[in-house]
């Protein structure tokens, strides 16, 4: 995938190189950017004898040796001591939708300065950012980005949001949550998009910096974790439940991929966890699978799969259930639970008809759940 | 000539070349007896023909030839630049060009820290990384079984034939690193390939044609074995053990660096790899898939000292 493509693919409104910033890096660059990688010390580590390190920030827990790097490529124990190398260090930067992450039941129709450093915690063999995410930050074209400057830059193009997005935003958790916390200063909100793959101690400290987080489950079952994720079901599941716990708005996407997790059963059983966990009231966003990555000998998705999902986690109570990357498709709206009229029309990322009034239903005035000013 | 996979019934020949005293005083090592060490490596690989020829077996007078060494240690615990030197220059004493020699590694700040001098002079021994302006991965993902990686240019197109020249250490995930593992400084992310003691993920690795087809030959620098607590350095258990371990088997070298890592462990009254659940599996999975030989029934071990 080249840079155009991928400003393409990800259809946001990408910032120009005016702006002093890169849209991306999808291209692995052979020179030494060692000297441009940030030195920061981690957080969540412990030091162990012999300049040994654990890492406490994702259930990876990398134990390292002087020298080595953790899994996800951008933090490095150095003589005993855990850096982060990509503080600062942002290598995707644009101006999405914020229905592009998908959030839809936040600020619908909101500007959202969306960034991303290189680097993941785990290694999904669909991942659709793989170029930038299944690299070591030298490996790739980026820049300095420090906090204040994002906050900035989000007041400069009028996003009243800031999303840490494409990659997976836990590996350069230093830089987002001081940069959330300056964005919150500056009366900005911010949202993650993660797969979740983190620890309760770092996520309990995350969320009072955040407004929202949208995790990607990629499966309802440990299997599949191991097989095509390379990470654990159990502490996303456990991540979920404390966000549902808390105040930050959560919402559920779920891609669905041909044979490996689309089983009636699997959606059934996701469902109703989920409902139990997180409530009736959560979205839920059925996502259509494209071939990618390592995993380019399926199919996408058809329709009748995504519909299915959606019927039974319907059937399952969930309230707001939706279907992705088919624009146009009716369940990419949102219907009122109560009245089932028509509240928010969408087509992709635009939005159409709405008939939402102080977060109630125009029409019979059911509150409907979500962050709506 | 393509390495290629093993035939199944073929035993494989393993060159131990012990060289007591090698190392003189205040850090340095003995060229010499280096040199002689090589000799009398190729000498056994090919049942004693002359050293030069035991070169033209392997790789013709026009071959580009990758030197991988092993530099994410620092200076202490990697391969140590007099030796990967000696080799090169050694070689075309052999009759290779040294303009067509590479020592090679990741990135040019770790072969510099490990005491490299990097050139690109036409015509003189090359040594440099793969983030060199030129260099760099592939774009394309190079994919088998458990592996989706970029190569280094370096290993897919610069070179026509390569020598694993690693350092033997013991390793905190994958039991050992050695010849075989080396290869992970070929791709743009080994992070991803450390869980489950690093198997299958090593042996997928060398499965790939820029690394199968090119492969000839392991020397396995032992002159310092870290025997725990790899890969970093740590004095208290490095031994002076002053070998070379030679083969054309990926998998027999690895196998026979792993039972002297064992050894050492022992003598040091440390539990064996097994025990500490990090035994390098790999290496049976390499033996599966016809790659080498793992089993020592099947390893003719040839020791000799200079
Ligand atoms: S954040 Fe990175 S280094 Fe830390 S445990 Fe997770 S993968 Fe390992």
Same mark, same amino acid.
């Given at each position: 995938m080249d840079r155009r493509h991928f400003i393409k693919t990800t259809g946001g409104l990408s910032l120009t190189a005016g702006s002093g910033?890169?849209?991306?890096?999808s291209r692995l660059y052979a020179f030494d950017t060692s000297a441009n990688l940030s030195r920061k010390e981690a957080r969540y580590y412990k030091k162990h004898p012999d300049r040994e390190i654990e890492c406490l920030?994702?259930?990876?827990f990398c134990k390292l040796g002087d020298r080595e790097r953790g899994y996800c490529g951008v933090r490095e124990n150095i003589d005993g001591t855990y850096y982060t190398f990509?503080?600062?260090?942002?290598?995707a930067v644009h101006l999405d939708p914020i229905e592009k992450k998908p959030?839809?039941?936040?600020?619908?129709?909101s500007r959202t300065l969306s960034l991303a450093t290189a680097g993941c915690n785990v290694n999904c063999? &669909?991942?659709?950012?793989w170029e930038i995410?299944? =690299? /070591?930050?030298?490996?790739v074209e980026h820049q300095d980005f420090p906090p204040h400057q994002v906050v900035l830059t989000a007041q400069k193009y009028d996003s009243p949001i800031i999303a840490y997005t494409y990659t997976e935003p836990i590996v350069f958790f230093e830089y987002m949550i001081d940069t959330s916390i300056e964005a919150q200063k500056a009366g900005l909100r911010n949202v993650v998009v993660t797969?979740?793959?983190?620890?309760p101690e770092p996520l309990q400290d995350l969320l009072p910096a955040v407004d929202a987080i949208k995790i990607?489950?990629?499966? &309802?079952s440990e299997l599949f974790y191991t097989e095509y =994720? /390379?990470?654990?079901l159990q502490p996303v599941l456990d991540a979920i439940k404390i966000i549902a716990q808390s105040s930050v708005w959560l919402e559920i996407v779920y891609l669905v991929i041909p044979s490996l997790n689309d089983s009636p059963e699997e959606i059934r059983q996701m469902s109703r966890w989920l409902k139990q966990t997180a409530g009736k009231d959560v979205p839920l966003h059925f996502s259509r699978f494209y071939p990618m990555?390592?995993?380019?000998n399926l199919p996408p998705t058809p329709t009748s799969t995504l519909e299915r999902c959606h019927r039974i986690a319907r059937e399952e109570g969930l309230h707001y259930v939706y279907i992705g990357n088919?624009?146009?498709?009716?369940?990419e709206n949102t219907y009122c639970?109560?009245?089932?009229?028509?509240?928010i029309q969408r087509t992709g990322y635009s939005i159409g008809e709405k008939n939402l009034e102080e977060g109630r239903?125009?029409?019979?005035g059911q509150p409907i759940p979500g962050i709506w000013k | 000539m393509v390495l290629g996979?093993?035939?199944?019934m073929a035993q494989s020949r393993v060159v131990v070349i012990h060289g007591r005293?090698?190392?003189?005083?205040?850090?340095?090592?003995?060229e010499t007896k280096i040199i002689h060490m090589f000799q009398r490596g190729f000498q056994h690989l090919k049942n004693g023909i002359s050293p030069s020829d035991c070169i033209r077996s392997l790789f013709h007078s026009d071959e580009h030839i990758g030197l991988k060494v092993n530099t994410l240690g620092g200076p202490k615990i990697s391969t140590n630049p007099t030796i990967s030197l000696l080799l090169a220059h050694w070689l075309t004493k052999g009759g290779l060009k040294p303009g067509n020699l590479l020592i090679w590694d990741r990135s040019n700040a770790e072969l510099r820290q490990a005491g490299y001098r990097l050139t690109?002079?036409?015509?003189d021994i090359q040594i440099f990384g793969t983030d060199k302006p030129g260099a760099g991965y592939e774009n394309a993902l190079t994919v088998n079984q458990s592996i989706g990686s970029r190569f280094s240019r370096i290993q897919?197109?610069?070179?026509s034939a390569s020598i694993s020249l690693a350092i033997l250490k013991d390793h905190g995930l994958a039991g050992i690193t050695a010849g075989m593992k080396?290869?992970?400084?070929?791709?743009?992310?080994?992070?991803?390939?450390?869980?489950?003691?690093?198997n299958p993920f090593i042996a997928d690795l060398f499965e790939t044609p820029p690394i199968l087809q090119k492969h000839k030959l392991t020397i396995l620098d032992?002159?310092?074995?870290?025997?725990?607590?790899?890969p970093s350095f740590h004095a208290k258990w490095?031994?002076?053990?002053?070998i070379f371990i030679f083969s054309t088997d990926p998998v027999a070298a690895d196998a026979t660096g792993w039972r002297l890592i064992e050894k050492l462990r022992a003598s040091a009254g440390l539990p064996t790899l097994k025990e500490e659940k990090r035994e390098p599996a790999y290496l049976f999975t390499a033996e599966r898939k016809g790659?080498?030989?793992?089993n020592l029934k099947y390893i003719e071990v040839i020791e000799d000292e200079i």
């Open positions: 910033l890169l849209n991306t890096c920030l994702c259930p990876r990509v503080y600062g260090k942002a290598c959030f839809f039941h936040f600020l619908p129709q063999k &669909f991942c659709q950012n995410s299944q =690299v /070591r930050p030298e490996q797969g979740g793959h983190i620890n990607d489950l990629k499966a &309802f =994720v /390379r990470g654990k990555y390592l995993l380019k088919i624009p146009g498709h009716k369940a639970p109560q009245c089932q009229k028509l509240l239903c125009k029409y019979c | 996979k093993l035939n199944k005293g090698v190392h003189i005083s205040n850090g340095q090592i003995d690109d002079n036409p015509g897919s197109r610069s070179i080396n290869y992970f400084g070929a791709i743009h992310n080994p992070n991803k390939y450390h869980d489950f003691n690093c032992g002159l310092n074995i870290q025997f725990h607590r790899g490095n031994q002076k053990e002053e790659l080498g030989r793992a």
